[in-house]
């Protein structure tokens, strides 16, 4: 009956139907409980099953009823490898290679845990004789050269990877230990050939690509980097981090644009991949896109907001934009994440002078300077240059306070001030004051007014539209607003716009004739340059 069982489970394990095959050993053990085959068989179907600690029970209790079968030592050697137990499947190899000293797979399963355990040499002479005992076999040949190269033989390495590679010119795993041994005897290119035929032949080799990266990285080669990514993303164009990688190989390279693409394409399939973020806005800065580069780098920020490198980078994007108060903002964040880099420093003290805030200025350049960075002289020629401008500032203001009432903390007094400086022709000094005025009172529609109207004056029409937009979101009721902006988009050449500021400065007092003959004016000119 327990022969019955066993030819039974025999031929369930050869179907792959692993229950019943183990069902049906434990049968055939239960009716002839001293046979070490079926014990044997049984650990073989339970280790297919993935039941290591099973089966290693029955590989030895298969030792222990017939103590002169290799094989049975052998598979126990070769779970007790698996579960890290190498000691244990040491002896388990070395007596089944007592038992059947003619049989090669013992000599290299025994090297093979040899080599694990830092013990080369010994590994060496084992791989030798299951190579005279069978020559044909390129795993043995891969084993010799890994134990060769532990023991830093290179050359002899090299030899046996070759040989192996003869009998099996399709192995990857080979082509990628060669590349290994090759780059430690300084062989870049040899190396470089090998990693790349290893992952020809098996692109979701894991050790390969990051190998073949690093070398071609470290010479500079990124054209064939970008090569090679170009068909990493062909073999899966949804692997976000092979389209990072082509990113990082193209900007290398010098292709922005392609380089920004596939920085995009990787943030599309993987949204969380932050670390694109800096690469795609420096690339971005680099193509002048600074408004994409802007929402990349605000991006930045909100995935860490504690780094001050991305708030000084957004800074300086916005300062490309002209956003200079939300510059000024990104740069106070940045000093404030990291108060000694004179980078920032420098950045928020430009800032800062272009948006009038000259006493801040000076103090931001100060500290920059007490901090001793390399760039001393441009920063004492900026801060020169402040120091100038304010001291002009303070004189005129003396002077004016001679035959005026002046009150320094009043956005009132920095607005008679500057109507007095506009009346004497001092448009750039008027400016200024008006500026001033902004900076107390910023939620006062009448001082951005006159700043657009002054700035006007002196044709910086730029500037004077930003400042109008400003006094039109404060008092979106004043027709003068409308108007006086919409002057400043006809004069950069801006109709479209121009005339629609016209019609709501109309809107809003239908009596307002100076804006009816402007929208005259601005539709004659909009026909006439048709």
């Given amino acids: 009956m327990s022969v019955s069982y066993f030819d039974t489970a025999n031929q369930l394990l050869r179907k792959g139907q692993l229950d019943e095959a183990i069902a049906s050993y434990n049968q055939a053990i239960a009716a002839s409980p001293k046979s070490a085959w079926y014990y044997h068989n049984l650990g073989e179907a339970l280790s297919q099953q993935g039941k290591i600690d099973e089966a290693i029970a029955a590989y030895r209790q298969a030792t222990e009823l017939n103590p002169n ?13 698996q579960q890290g137990n190498l000691p244990e499947a040491v002896r388990c190899f070395r007596q089944a290679i007592e038992l059947d000293p003619y049989f090669w797979q013992f000599y290299h399963n025994l090297a093979l845990v ?40 290179y050359s002899e390495a090299v030899t046996a990877y070759r040989q192996g590679l003869e009998l099996n010119p399709y192995w990857s795993d080979c082509y990628m230990s060669l590349g290994q041994t090759l780059e430690a005897l300084g062989e870049t290119e ?33 054209e064939e980097l970008a090569t090679l990514y170009r068909r990493c993303c062909i073999v899966d164009p949804n692997s976000a981090t092979s389209h990072k990688y082509l990113g990082t190989a193209l900007a290398n390279s010098g292709k922005l644009s392609e380089a920004a693409e596939s920085y995009q394409k990787a943030l599309e399939l993987d949204p969380n991949l932050v670390e694109i973020l800096q690469p795609l806005g420096q690339v971005l800065t680099q193509l002048n896109q600074w408004e994409a580069a802007v929402d990349i780098f605000r991006k930045a920020t909100q995935v860490d907001p504690n780094s001050a490198s991305f708030y000084h980078q957004l800074g300086q994007a916005l300062t490309k934009c002209d956003r200079l108060s939300e510059a000024l903002a990104a740069y106070q964040k940045a000093s404030e994440l990291h108060p000694t880099s004179t980078p920032v ?74 109507q007095f400086l506009r009346s004497k022709g001092k448009i750039e000094d008027a400016i200024i004051g008006f500026h001033q005025a902004c900076i107390l009172n910023p939620q006062s529609a009448v001082a951005h007014h006159q700043l657009g109207y002054t700035l006007a004056r002196g044709q910086r029409w730029d500037e004077a539209i930003i400042a109008y937009r400003k006094a039109g ?44 003959d402007a929208l005259k004016q601005a539709i004659a000119k909009k026909k006439g340059s048709l």
């Fill in 69 to 81: 079968s290799a094989w049975s030592y052998d598979n126990l050697g070769t779970l007790l490898n």
């Fill in 114 to 153: 040899l080599i694990k355990q830092g013990h080369p040499e010994e590994a060496v002479s084992l791989l030798q004789k299951a190579i005279e005992l069978t020559a044909d076999d390129a795993e043995l040949y891969h084993s010799l050269g890994k134990a060769y190269h532990q023991q830093q033989q």
């Fill in 190 to 222: 040899e190396a470089i050939a090998s990693y790349r035929r290893a992952y020809e032949l098996n692109p979701n080799l894991s050790e390969a690509l990051p190998k073949l990266q690093t070398v071609l990285e470290s010479q500079g080669r990124w």
């Fill in 345 to 418: 420093l420098f950045d928020l003290g430009q800032a800062l002078t272009k948006l009038y805030h000259w006493s801040e200025a000076i103090a931001t350049y100060q500290k920059a300077l007490y901090l001793n960075p390399p760039n001393q002289a441009e920063i004492q020629t900026h801060l020169q240059e402040v120091q100038d401008k304010q001291r002009h500032l303070d004189e005129e203001i003396a002077a004016y306070s001679e035959s005026h009432e002046f009150h320094p903390n009043s956005s009132e007094s920095y607005e008679k001030f500057a």
């Fill in 473 to 516: 979101e404060l008092n979106p009721h004043s027709p003068h607003v409308q108007y006086h902006l919409g002057q400043a988009l006809a004069e950069e050449g801006r109709l479209e716009e121009a005339i629609a500021h016209f019609k709501q400065s109309i809107t809003i007092d239908p009596e307002f004739e100076e804006g009816y």
